[in-house]
């Protein structure tokens, strides 16, 4: 079974530009989150994504935003790029139901820097 | 907002040495997670605890979710050199929802 694949693995952008970064879940996972990761601020939750709405969003500027298709893949866009931008950007994914075993499933990552 | 507070935040052992790492939170959580994280790679869970008081293994991993349902810990017996990466406790506050409440990460180095 294919894992979480986060496409580019690697990107480099000026200030003030836009970025998109796109996630594909484990197949049958319907919800996708997205955490942005830096050496400071460590893992921050960013935002949820299920059947095509966001559910969940953490304390993030309105620069960050997403959306789901309705094959449950994932992007998440960053406009006006600062430099505290630069960071690894995690997608994961999980099957839903009311089992709380259900959990996440990390991507690898994209490595986002900004100069 | 919610905090989770890791420790050791770094940790130098010798192969074959056991280890301990701990967390513990301001607030209830009613899930904690346990992520392994190697360079290039996302993190990886490695415990999953649903219930207070509730201790699990997986191999030489051992996790327990503390009684006040505020802290964690994870132990690793007998380490091995591919046990090196950072590890990382999350916690859960609200049942079903996804957002999860990560530790600032334990680095664990091995010298062989």
């Known amino acids: 079974k294919a894992g979480v694949t986060q496409t580019p693995r690697y990107l480099i952008k000026t200030r003030g530009q836009q970025v998109t970064l796109s996630c594909s879940p484990i197949?049958?996972?319907?919800?996708v989150s997205w955490y942005q990761q830096t050496p400071g601020q460590g893992l921050q939750f960013l935002f949820e994504y299920f059947s095509e709405t966001q559910r969940n969003k953490g304390n993030f500027p309105g620069r960050f935003s997403g959306r789901q298709f309705s094959n449950s893949r994932s992007e998440m866009n960053v406009s006006t790029l600062e430099l505290g931008d630069s960071a690894l950007y995690l997608c994961?994914?999980?099957?839903?139901?009311?089992?709380?075993?259900?959990?996440?499933?990390f991507g690898p990552g994209t490595r986002l820097t900004v100069t | 907002g919610q905090q989770l507070n890791q420790s050791p935040q770094s940790m130098f052992i010798q192969e074959g040495e056991d280890v301990s790492m701990n967390c513990t939170s301001s607030s209830i959580f009613n899930t904690w997670l346990w992520y392994k994280q190697e360079p290039g790679e996302g993190p990886v869970l490695l415990i999953a605890l649903y219930k207070a008081g509730e201790l699990t293994s997986n191999g030489r991993l051992t996790a327990q979710f503390g009684i006040t349902r505020k802290d964690s810990f994870l132990n690793i017996s007998a380490s091995i050199p591919s046990d090196v990466g950072i590890y990382f406790c999350a916690g859960r506050s609200i049942q079903g929802a996804q957002k999860l409440v990560f530790g600032q990460g334990t680095r664990l180095t091995i010298n062989p």
């Open positions: 197949s049958g996972h319907r919800s």
């Open positions: 994961a994914s999980r099957r839903t139901g009311e089992d709380p075993s259900y959990e996440q499933y």
